[in-house]
């Protein structure tokens, strides 16, 4: 299993939870094999998930989902274990996970995701390549994530990060500040994620806004709480809430500060993520 992607942990708009792994029931279970709803946990057969979607979605959870559920699905700050979520049992491909993620679930903490659809298969692959029950790779956890080389990251950095950041202006003295190396990771990963754990960034990320027109040329504009193909909502400067159906003319544009960065999540390689880090920690 990867390493740097499955320790980078963390969220997006706000800290999200997401959800497991595992496998659905194709058959039923030997007799005297329970589980909750159903067939045996013991006979789900294992999934054979496309590897690079399979790492595309590793990235998706760790960004969103890993801070509440943890790097491997079995529970993380605030998040319950997903391991043998029914729900996630139950899912192919991203339909019954995919509802959840863009609705979220308020009565439990869970905020509304923005996801799109390629990126919920892409996180359903992801899922449901862990094993049910028995051992797997991802609860090795190394003793450190410091394992990338500082000279390929300083490249890295600044080909792809430099017109917008650098060691001398916004990102000076972060590894002071953030010295836990998986905190330091997530923070560039996903500005403003770590936030809450006590360890904030240079600095705390606008949120996204929203514009809406309506058919008779009024805009409408505040900050975005919720967009799926059929609503968007957002909070309006004087603090009140609106909601409009995205039909009948109705258009709605996004600026989203972090968009580079959410952008920059499926092209990283393990590589690109490690030598960053290395080159990051020593910003002091």
Known sequence: MTLARTLAIV???????AFVVAQQAQTPAPSGRGRIGGAGIGAYPERKEDQAAVERGRVTFSTNCAFCHGADTRGGDGGPSLLRSQLVLDDQRGELIGPVIRAGRPDRGMPAFALAAEQIVDLAAFMHS?????????????ASIMVG????????????????????????????????????QQSWLMPGSV?????????RPRP?????TLPSGEKIQGQLERVDDFVVALKTADGGRRSFRIANGVQVSIADPL?????????????????????LSTFK
């Open 259 to 279: 968009q580079a960065h959410r952008d920059l999540l499926r092209k990283y390689k393990d590589a690109d993520i490690h030598n960053v880090t290395a080159y």
């Open 195 to 203: 936030v809450s754990r006590g360890a904030p960034p240079p600095s």
């Open 149 to 184: 080389d500082t000279a390929t990251g300083e490249k890295y950095f600044t080909e792809t990060c430099g017109s917008c950041h650098s060691a001398t202006g916004d990102l000076q003295g972060l590894a002071t500040r953030i010295s836990d190396p998986r905190m330091l």
């Open 11 to 17: 969220t997006t708009l706000s800290l999200v939870p």
């Open 208 to 212: 996204p806004t929203a514009t809406v």
């Open 130 to 142: 862990f094993k049910v029950a028995g051992y797997d790779a991802s609860r090795d956890r190394p």
